[in-house]
T-cell receptor, first 115, second 116 residues
């Protein structure tokens, strides 16, 4: 049973336009959400996160939106650049900073930004 | 300050052999996590270790797989009697005792295991 879902395996976007990557989750205990970016032959790198007490977090060109009632979050990249082409993993955890619970990852969305 | 170091980067084993994957966490990180990425799938949690302790191994297959994080040296993920279905990318991540505001991990570059 997949607790974190990314229903779009791939997405193509023109350079300069907005990329929107979607993620849904089923576990209502999740209260912290993360996005990771992964290039081929490299490990995932942390991109941006959001706590369930917020509905938006912005960092430069990257913004994550959380709709807790719908159990849905999205990552917006604007403007998209060719270097953004990568696999993006949505992830979630029910933990606080001082307690443990494993981070659960979605299957990933492969983003291609076309010059 | 080196990141999470995994070796080897690529490992080829014949069916029935043993595979040993190593992970050295970032300096100051005492928590290690192993994830597996099968082809066309996401990252699946396998095991969480602290020094000399296995904290959560709920994602480890019941047979042939084991992990350790000794007092000295890297964490080791060991797969005995490998089968073709074990072919995957294995990623190690580490974190400090308190994960900090991003609750995230730092990942290594992975070990790509191919069983022939």
């Amino acid at each position: 049973d997949q607790q974190v879902k990314q229903n779009s395996p791939s997405l193509s976007v023109q350079e300069g336009r907005i990329s929107i990557l979607n993620c849904d989750y089923t576990n209502s205990m999740f209260d912290y959400f993360l996005w990771y970016k992964k290039y081929p032959a490299e490990g995932p790198t942390f991109l941006i996160s959001i706590s369930s007490i917020k509905d938006k977090n912005e960092d430069g060109r990257f913004t994550v939106f959380l709709n807790k009632s719908a159990k849905h979050l999205s990552l917006h990249i604007v403007p998209s650049q060719p270097g953004d082409s990568a696999v993006y993993f949505c992830a979630a955890t029910p933990s606080s900073a001082t307690s443990y619970d494993k981070v659960i990852f979605g299957p990933g969305t492969s983003l291609s930004v076309i010059p | 300050n080196a990141g999470v170091m995994q070796n080897p980067r690529h490992l080829v084993r014949r069916r029935g052999q043993e595979a040993r994957l190593r992970c050295s966490p970032m300096k100051g990180h005492s928590h290690v996590y192993w994830y597996r990425q099968l082809p066309e799938e996401g990252l699946k949690f396998m095991v969480y270790l602290q020094k000399e302790n296995i904290i959560d191994e709920s994602g480890m297959p019941k047979e042939r797989f084991s992990a350790e994080f000794p007092k000295e040296g890297p964490s080791i993920l060991r797969i005995q009697q490998v089968v073709r279905g074990d072919s995957a990318a294995y990623f190690c991540a580490s974190s400090p005792p308190n994960r900090g505001s991003n609750y995230g991990y730092t990942f290594g570059s992975g070990t790509r295991l191919t069983v022939v």
